[in-house]
């Protein structure tokens, strides 16, 4: 874990909370959280290691191939700690890793989390969070690392399996970007530009925000912003019934459906675009960070039918994948550019 600082001098006592302290409160948090996925038994199950030694032992949950992503949150860079609190920030950076994992139908398992602090971080109030989230994805943090820094950033590393469907299908097969074809229809599990419209409003003093909406409105915005959700009940009910790919919009709709369909080498004729009350077209089209999933296939009536049964928000249609890659348009205008970019 954490090596000692040698700008410190041995004389004065640090302040905050010690390193090994710290790990054993988040311990307890997050081996409280872990009875979503394993609600008897003793903790962790047997055969099993998690928080405690060098590395963490945990068994695979089903036969299929393992699916693993990782993502990092940068306080200034991907989160503003003047609208978000830590327990938001511990939320959101599970959350998002766990989105990736939605996108491809899968669900998760296992979480290594690093998180890099500056001195006297609130640790509680982001283990806090990372539990909520690890709670609600019934995904279990096994380990992960604690050190000083002069940022906060929050590295998340989740592992998942792939579960067959009612019908299942052999070999089960995770979602991926490539897998659209021509003709192809595309959806977006709800409405767009929640995050972004969300963000504006809590930038600015809180007697300004209404023109957005009533409070309820504006507390939806905010929400939506401070605590998305990945969609896995989607994602993997897609991959059951028929769907050929998708993608979460983590870096807005335009640049993500993009991905898409450069990744299967079609074009795209994207109309309607839903708009979350109170967002504006641009936030909806570019905001990003809404974690909805877009989802292509080749039979529209197969992947409603199987989201009504299974109790989820009606798919959105938002228009058709062409034979023509390269094309891209909204409502037969050209898509305009936007959307997020990391610059190196
Ligand atoms: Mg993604």
Known sequence: MQRPNPD????TPPTGTGEFEAI????????????ARFPEGELPPPGETWIGDDAAVVTPGGS??????TDLVVAGVHVDLGVCSLDD?????????????????????????????????????????????AAETACVVVGGDLSEGSVLVVSTAVTGTLRPGPVPVAPV??????GASPGDHLFVTGPLGGSAAGL?????????????????VVEHL????????????????ARQHGASAAIDVSDGLVADV????????VGLRLSDIPAVEGATVEEALHGGEDYELVITTPDPDRLVAAFEVAGLRAPIPIGRCTDRPGESTVDGEPTPPGGWLHRF
Request: aromatic fraction near 2%.
């Open 258 to 265: 993009g991905h898409l369909a450069r990744a299967s080498g």
């Open 222 to 237: 905010a929400r939506a912003h401070r605590r998305p959700r990945a969609r896995l009940d989607e994602g993997e009910v």
């Open 24 to 35: 054993d409160r988040l311990r307890m948090r997050f081996e409280a959280a872990a009875r």
């Open 173 to 178: 097969a995770p979602l991926l970007r490539s």
């Open 89 to 133: 920030v511990g939320y959101k950076a599970l959350m998002v890793t766990v989105s990736d994992l939605a996108a491809m139908g899968a669900r998760p398992d296992y979480a290594l989390v690093s998180v890099a602090a500056p001195r006297g971080t609130d640790l509680e109030a982001l283990g806090e969070g990372l539990a909520e989230a």
């Open 64 to 69: 299929g191939p393992l699916v693993m992503a």
């Open 200 to 216: 504006r409003l809590l930038r600015r003093p809180p007697g300004d925000r209404m023109d957005s909406g009533g409070p309820t």
């Open 8 to 11: 410190e001098d041995p004389a």
